[in-house]
T-cell receptor, first 114, second 114 residues
Framework: DTEVTQTPKHLVMGMTNKKSLKCEQH?????MYWYKQKAKKPPELMFV???????INESVPSRFSPECPNSSLLNLHLHALQPEDSALYLC?????????????FGPGTRLTVL | AQSVSQHNHHVILSEAASLELGCNYS??????LFWYVQYPGQHLQLLLK??????LVKGIKGFEAEFIKSKFSFNLRKPSVQWSDTAEYFC????????????FGTGTRLTIIP
């Protein structure tokens, strides 16, 4: 299984809503990532988890709250978002400190904030 | 800090033409280099990667890239493009000391005219 899955595919939420994005992989990878991608732009790193611990936070606003409950799952909790947070949110996973390291990406969740 | 630049923002070619997309990175140490492709409506996929050894690397779908250390470049090539190569292409780099941070270039949109 070389797949990263993400749910939901699409999400529309109001600025007062609380929602969560989910990501799952079963490749035994111990690093997992959240990226934000705006239209016609490259992915921007938000968070990195390594061995289920947050290792990188790219100064992301606190209205985005990541969680890694186990080595296969990664969540992104959303609260009080702004319309400018509308984007494609990508999850990725990789081995840690491996010679043939590469990141495998999921299909993304298309988020619209009204 | 590492950075990546892709000078070609939008490239339009006819089928069977040869392709070269430029990628330059800025980092003083050893790097891992990647090319990812994002087909319309699909998730990011790895085309090829360079870690060490032969600077000419071959990837999927007939793509190849050459790492030229003296020029800090990792250009992507394909001798004869097809309409199905229409996509967004991202060059990416990560510092080769176990840092999981992957930095993407701004991307090149490739349009192939049948």
């Amino acid at each position: 299984d070389t797949e990263v899955t993400q749910t939901p595919k699409h999400l529309v939420m109001g600025m007062t809503n609380k929602k969560s994005l989910k990501c799952e992989q079963h490749m035994g990878h111990r690093a997992m990532y959240w990226y934000k991608q705006k239209a016609k732009k490259p992915p921007e790193l938000m968070f990195v988890y390594s061995y289920e611990k947050l290792s990188i936070n790219e100064s992301v606003p606190s209205r985005f709250s990541p969680e890694c409950p186990n080595s296969s799952l990664l969540n992104l909790h959303l609260h009080a978002l702004q319309p400018e947070d509308s984007a494609l949110y990508l999850c990725a996973s990789s081995q840690v400190l491996a010679k043939s390291w590469e990141q495998f990406f999921g299909p993304g969740t298309r988020l619209t904030v009204l | 800090a590492q950075s990546v630049s892709q000078h070609n923002h939008h490239v339009i070619l006819s089928e069977a033409a040869s392709l070269e997309l430029g990628c330059n990175y800025s980092y003083g140490g050893t790097v891992n280099l990647f090319w990812y492709v994002q087909y319309p409506g699909q998730h990011l996929q790895l085309l090829l990667k360079y870690f060490s050894g032969d600077p000419l690397v071959k990837g999927i779908k007939g793509f190849e890239a050459e790492f030229i250390k003296s020029k800090f470049s990792f250009n992507l090539r394909k001798p004869s493009v097809q309409w199905s190569d229409t996509a967004e292409y991202f060059c990416a780099v990560n510092a080769n000391f176990g840092n999981e941070k992957l930095t993407f270039g701004t991307g090149t949109r490739l349009t192939i005219i049948p």
